[in-house]
Nanobody
Framework: VQLQASGGGLVQAGGSLRLSCAAS????????MGWYRQAPGKQRELVAR???????NYPDSVKGRFTISRDIAKNTVYLQMNSLKPEDTAVYYC????????????WGQGTQVTVSS
């Protein structure tokens, strides 16, 4: 299973970006899809997560501004980020877990999001 993330970039504060992450390979079913971020000198933190039943969760820092969604047929997860702030600047990683020949849990390569003030 391979993950391919895209959509990062440079944006001004208040702007929007949409990240996407597609999983390919031998996939029977997806269990959990999520986005994490890591800023310089900080630990990686959860940004958004969606489970197989469709429930989502977000930390307070992004709630109301970020939205996670998915296209099950395409094994793709999206992160719509609105009202971006300079403190959202980080490398964003997608994480997808599920069942192929065995249970898998993989990370995407990371995509840089930079928000200028």
């Amino acid at each position: 299973v391979q993950l391919q993330a895209s959509g990062g970039g440079l944006v001004q504060a208040g702007g929007s970006l949409r990240l996407s992450c597609a999983a390919s390979g031998s996939i029977f079913a997806i269990d959990v899809m999520g986005w994490y971020r890591q800023a310089p000198g900080k630990q990686r933190e959860l940004v958004a997560r969606i489970v197989s039943g469709g429930s989502t969760n977000y930390p307070d820092s992004v709630k109301g501004r970020f939205t996670i969604s998915r296209d099950i047929a395409k094994n793709t997860v999206y992160l719509q980020m609105n009202s971006l702030k300079p403190e959202d600047t980080a490398v964003y990683y997608c994480n997808i877990a599920g069942w192929g020949r065995t249970y898998f849990d993989y990370w995407g390569q990371g995509t840089q999001v930079t928000v200028s003030s």
